[in-house]
């Protein structure tokens, strides 16, 4: 059973950074992408960034050039950098691991809140 365990998050003001990291019970390279989703409330689980493993990061357009993800495959974690945080980045941000099956298997982290304040 794979698990992914997140930690960071919390309150920050607008313009702060926080870091939140997700540790993952296997190899980084035992899956296909890597990476962290959002929800705020109301909203749709939405992509932040994700490691297409053994090629290149990919972001959502509403966080480029402020977010910047990361990972230690020694330590089968990734990690993602959040700088100049605004209020509407406030959501619940999970880690979300894919492998390419016969039917596909996503696996989710238990999320962790993130909250900008203006």
């Known amino acids: 059973q794979v698990q992914l365990v997140e930690s960071g998050g919390g309150l920050v003001q607008a313009g702060g950074s926080q870091r939140l990291s997700c540790v993952a019970s296997?190899?980084?390279?035992?899956?296909?992408?890597m990476g962290w989703y959002r929800q705020a409330p109301g909203k749709q689980r939405e992509l932040v960034a994700e490691?297409?493993?053994?090629?290149?990061?990919k972001y959502a357009e509403s966080v480029k050039g402020r977010f910047t993800i990361s990972k230690d495959d020694a330590k089968n974690t990734v990690y993602m950098q959040m700088n100049n945080l605004k209020p509407e980045d406030s959501a619940v941000y999970y880690c979300h691991a894919f492998r390419n099956t016969v039917f596909g298997t996503h696996y989710w982290g238990q999320g962790t809140q993130v909250t900008v304040a203006s």
């Open positions: 296997r190899s980084i390279f035992s899956f296909n992408s």
């Open positions: 490691f297409i493993i053994g090629d290149s990061a």
